[in-house]
């Protein structure tokens, strides 16, 4: 989300004196290091993973970020970020497209902060799940920050095409070239206005909604589909760029993606991926339950006569480990039923069936009952 301050706000060189140096020298690393090094490195790991699953808005998100960080340096890219002017159409072009970048990531933070209130709506929560990964819905609101782009752009560049004499480098202390065209900025402005406040009023509502049920969402998160970090990292997030931007808008610019990467690169999936020399062994695989219905072994056999003790000790090794193959069989339901006895007795009756409990569940903590069986028949 950016805010409408950002094209008021602008710090230019003079404005800042002797440090502007080293402050575009800042910029300049936020640029570069998050959004052409750190922010690909995650949307590959988020793209790549199997072990982990983000949704498309949140990669969109760290998409728009990267565009945004190209677009800021095309200057640094040909030389032209110091020095005498740059040429004017590249001034023109790139103008145009910074222009286009506050409505288009607005839009993406928007999609990001609509998805995760849906999945928070339990109106909405049934729908969700009935839906693909790239519904009608997934994609518009994936393709709905490059078409704002787009249109934005497009009338930035047409407008600094018309008025070249109101684009130069010389009014901001990054490398991008700005633009003062009143129609342009207050069009760019309003519309940013309105989607961060569309934005603003999903996110109070999902906080307000966090509030009152937290204890109940956190016990339901895994089993009913819903990402409380995410809600929480992107209020982080949003946060972040309400606040940064109020203090150092040109800064706020080049460091959000910084923030992005810091914000949802933290999260143990990502970063269990990346300790790759630290990998724990893999799990086995648990066999679904439904297949256990067509797999069962045979119940082990059973005799009265494992219940007297023989003299032999060889026998009588036998016939304990027949009784344990037994019971095991039982506990783990692997040829019979397992109900709750009150005593080892009931296990095995003489001429009826066993009696049932109200309710049934499985015992396999209770191996040592056998034993208890046993010494009650000596």
Known sequence: MVSTWIHYKRVSAEEIGPSASADLSVWLFFQIAADHILLPILVATFLLSRSIARHPTVINVCCTWIIAGIISSLLFYVGEHVGPEPSKGLCIAQSGLIAAVPPMTSVAVLALVYHTWASFNPSRVESRRKLSKYSPLVIALLSAPYIVFAIFAGIGIGLGTQHPE??????????????????????????????????????????????????????????????????????????????????????????????????????????RVWRFWRQSPPKPKQTPRSSLSRTLTPQPSFSLDLFKRTDSELSEQARLEALHAYYAARVHEMGVEVEVIKRPEDAFVVGREPRRAGRRRKCGHRMGAIDTLDSSRH
């Open 166 to 271: 109101m684009v130069n480098r010389a009014r901001r202390s990054s490398t991008a070239p700005s633009t003062r065209i009143p129609c342009n900025d207050n069009t760019m402005a309003i519309f940013t206005a309105l989607v961060c406040i569309a934005a603003t009023i999903l996110e109070l509502r999902l906080v307000v909604m966090l509030s009152r049920n937290w204890r109940a969402l956190r016990r339901a998160g895994y089993d009913s589909g819903i990402d409380i970090q995410l809600a929480i990292r992107v209020g982080i997030f949003t946060l972040y760029i309400l606040t940064a931007t109020i203090v150092f808008p040109d800064m706020f610019a080049a460091s959000v993606g910084m923030a992005f990467f810091l914000v949802f690169a933290s999260q143990s999936d990502v970063l």
